[in-house]
Nanobody, 127 residues
């Protein structure tokens, strides 16, 4: 069992920054990949970014590439999402997720690949 808790969401003006955190408890954090997804009202949940267990593999959705940065601290069991140059279209509930079966062949953009999810944190970007 893995428990994930996100924090750091809020209201920010366009062009601003936010840093999301996700703290994991339970099984060995350093053995699984961590992803961030988001879901805007009326839309499907979409992939944002993923980081491999060691941090060597990092991938981003095209919509956030160059603006968002994912990182992890395996000592503190945390994963972070630094979001810069935020746009109104980034407004969504952001979820962190754990993939316990991650491999180089994983379809990390697919929400079904992930085994555990946090409760989400709201990010609102005003224009």
């Amino acid at each position: 069992q893995v428990l994930l808790v996100e924090s750091g969401g809020g209201l920010v003006q366009a062009g601003g920054s936010l840093r999301l955190s996700c703290t994991a408890s339970g099984r060995a954090f350093s053995s699984y990949a961590m992803g961030w997804f988001r879901q805007a009202p009326g839309k499907e949940r979409e992939f944002v970014s993923v980081i491999s267990p060691t941090g060597a593999g990092i991938y981003y959705a095209d919509s956030v590439k160059g603006r968002f940065a994912i990182s992890r601290g395996n000592v503190r069991n945390r994963v972070y999402l630094q979001m810069n140059s935020l746009k109104p279209e980034d407004t969504a509930v952001y979820y962190c997720a754990a993939d316990l079966r991650y491999s180089s062949g994983s379809d990390y953009t697919n929400a079904g690949e992930y085994d555990y999810w946090g409760q989400g944190t709201q990010v609102t970007v005003s224009s």
